[in-house]
């Protein structure tokens, strides 16, 4: 079972590789996918990010008839994963408030159509 999962950009091209080294729970050696690498499907060097306000259902309470703990969070995703976690935060039968635009400029086009 992997207890923690680092990713890393180590190429600047157009698509960026991630280089995913993950750790056993103890810590103490390699997990399964040690140097495995993977393509990111963002666009390298794309910076924009929103700025997001959701309410999500606790999760680590059990909740019995009347009491449901919500947990309201603001967190910055970037551009390129904002549609993965728009379907993360829904699933978990979270409510989205307000998504900014936090980093970047309106109307950028960096060519991915």
């Not at 190429?11 to 991630?18: E, L, M, N, Q, Y």
């Not at 750790?23 to 390699?30: I, L, P, Q, R, V």
Request: hydrophobic content about 35%; charged content about 20%; glycine content about 12%.
């Amino acid at each position: 079972m992997l207890g923690f999962v680092h990713l890393k950009r180590v190429s600047p091209s157009k698509r960026a590789t991630i280089v995913a080294s993950s750790f056993g729970m103890n810590g103490s050696k390699m997990g399964s996918l040690g140097g495995v690498k993977y393509k990111n499907s963002g666009v390298a060097n794309d910076g924009r990010c929103f700025k997001i306000t959701y309410c999500q259902p606790s999760q680590s309470r059990g909740y019995s008839g009347r009491e449901l703990q919500n947990v309201y969070t603001t967190k910055l995703v970037p551009f390129s994963s904002w549609y993965a976690e728009q379907q993360r935060i829904m699933k978990m039968g979270g409510k989205i408030f307000k998504v900014e635009l936090a980093v970047g400029r309106k109307q950028q086009n960096v060519g991915n159509m």
